[in-house]
């Protein structure tokens, strides 16, 4: 019989190295692409909610409430537009929490080439790997989701506006929710 204490040494030292150097910090992102918007004035970059996408920020609100009823101090980012900041206004100011505006989140510029497009949601996704909020929640556009997917999952997705989708980070992220619209 031929001992491995080796083979046992390694794998316990192994263990160990990931349950103290490493620890696994659980986590969670909620997605949102902003609800929809008033285009009575026109297709404007910076316009406000309509009717239709103040009843699904209603909806957003409710839904957060029954996921989330012991979650207290959510981080909240938003794009700089004002659809985006008026979809997580309600949420924060019942949560009594800071709504930061991150430009990281913007839809694509005119002035961006798709490379630097990328690099920027790399960079956002950097930023949240490395959180340790227990539970981050973001509102962005359209162009910006489905890549942000890709980036992060590996997914070729998008959300319909006043959708939600949840990753769950373990170690790794995962795709828990994906409601395409409220």
Known sequence: MVKRPFVRNFFFESLLKINIEEPVLNKTLVIIRHAHRDTSKGQELNNGLSDKGRKQVRNIFDFYFERFPEVE???LFSSA???CI????P????LERRLVVNPLLLEQTE???SAQFKQR???FKKDWEKSSSELTIICSH???IPVFFKELLGLETSLKKGGWAEVEWD???RLTWLIQSF
Request: proline share 8%; no cysteine; charged share 55%.
């Open 73 to 75: 101090k959510p981080v």
């Open 81 to 83: 537009r004002r659809r």
């Open 86 to 89: 008026e979809t997580l206004e």
């Open 91 to 94: 949420l924060a100011r019942k």
């Open 111 to 113: 002035k961006e080439t």
């Open 121 to 123: 949601i790399r960079r």
């Open 142 to 144: 359209g162009d910006w």
């Open 171 to 173: 170690g790794k992220p």
